[in-house]
């Protein structure tokens, strides 16, 4: 499969996402010809065993999906439209966001354009978003973080199958670092190392690298195949993961969107969903004002800017979570009651991960909701204390035995408010 380096091969696709797509009637398309469901996470430990976490209800899936397929069958959609056209290998270096005005530079010749509206959906090093910084009171923030991402590969089996379980997201959790693995339509696996940048420098040689490899990551090693995991690593560099806030997205008449407006680590596999949104946002609004940029553009900032610093919080969160708190028995015991009580309660209790990648709640009230689950949680915890140390309080006054039964519960009790995170 052809890779267009510095980007992922391949991309989960969720909700917002195909929410988007279908917006512009390419979802079918999408996931049924080059999409493959992914129902849960399959954690890998040390040891080479594996479990499975579902992500949602039994049907709740998202996808992998190439990027080249995603972005040659929007391009393909796009041209079958007489008023759109391509051109490719223009770079923007200078613009006018007052006037609408570009130059853009093609084979060493500068190219003018002018338009009623800048789209500036030019990626986490943005040329538009550059000018924009230019104007009075726009806020703008950047975070690297210390750890950086490598691609490698786990080539199909000798009969051309998957080599590991295809409808899950691989993810081999080590605590400050680890490898993730989704699958590709030639049933090959996309996996990416994520490590702090000193690991990186520190495998120099092979045998550093099968080294670190067998204590870290022994069952994947036959999968890639020792030569494989060589070569790769060391004809690759690691890249970095930046995470950028800030607002407004709009001058009169240029707009930033997607990582343009929001970059942010790749953790909760939102970056691409989000920006699909920031689209279906645009589009609603256009509808609303009549396409009168005057109101549409000051209204995409001020709804737009809170849910993308929180998607950008939320994807810093869910490194944590993925390489680390997996593995945890508080974080699988909180999963299990946010699941059981989502099945009673539908449409009042909602996980955190189905907010964020099977619906469209706003990314900033994911984070109120999930806030408020948290505090009735830890309420009934703390309600469930109470009156289980006053019933021990009363045996204790019976006697030793009561004594000890009491402490035990108390004990326990202490146990599972330490155990739910709270
Ligand atoms: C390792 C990794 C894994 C990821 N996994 C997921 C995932 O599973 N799910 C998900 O939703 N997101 C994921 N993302 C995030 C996702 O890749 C991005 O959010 C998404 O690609 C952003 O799309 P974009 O169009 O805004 O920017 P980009 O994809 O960066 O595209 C910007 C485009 O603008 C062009 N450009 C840049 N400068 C200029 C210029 N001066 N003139 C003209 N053109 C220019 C570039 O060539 C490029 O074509 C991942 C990111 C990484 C790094």
Known sequence: ???????????????????????????????????????GRMIHNPDGSRRSIPYGKADQCIYSVGRRYLNETMLTEAENHPNVHLHFHHKLIHSDLKK??????????EVQAEADLVLGCDGAYSAVRRQMM?????????????????????PPTQHGQFAMEPNYLHIWPRGQFMMIALPNQDKSWTVTLFMPFDVFDSLTNPDCLLD?????????????????????FFSNRASSLVSIKCSPYH????????DAAHAMVPFYGQGMNAGFEDCLLLDELMTKHHMDLDRVLPEYTELRNPDAEAICDLAMYNYVEMRDLVNSRTFLLRKMLDNLLHAFFP??????YGMVSFSRVRYHRAIEHKRRQDKIVRSTVMALVAALAGGAAYLLQRGDLWRTAADTVHAQARQALAGLGL
Not at 212 to 232: N, S, T, W
Not at 251 to 258: D, V
Request: glycine share 10%; hydrophobic share 40%; charged share 20%.
């Open 134 to 154: 230019k104007m009075p009171r726009f806020n703008y923030s950047q975070t690297y973080i210390p750890h950086g991402y490598m691609e490698l590969c786990i």
């Open 212 to 232: 670190f490899f067998r204590v870290h990551y022994r069952d994947a090693i036959p999968l890639i195949g020792e030569e494989k995991l060589i070569k790769d």
């Open 1 to 39: 499969m052809e890779h267009v380096a510095g980007r992922s091969i391949n991309l989960a696709l969720s909700f917002r996402g195909r929410s988007a797509l279908a917006r512009v009637g390419l979802e079918q398309k999408v996931i049924e010809q080059h999409g493959i469901p992914m129902y």
């Open 100 to 109: 609408g005005k570009m130059v853009f530079e093609n084979n060493g010749e």
């Open 251 to 258: 001058s009169s008449k240029g707009l930033i969107m997607g």
């Open 347 to 352: 449409n009042s209790w909602m996980p955190l």
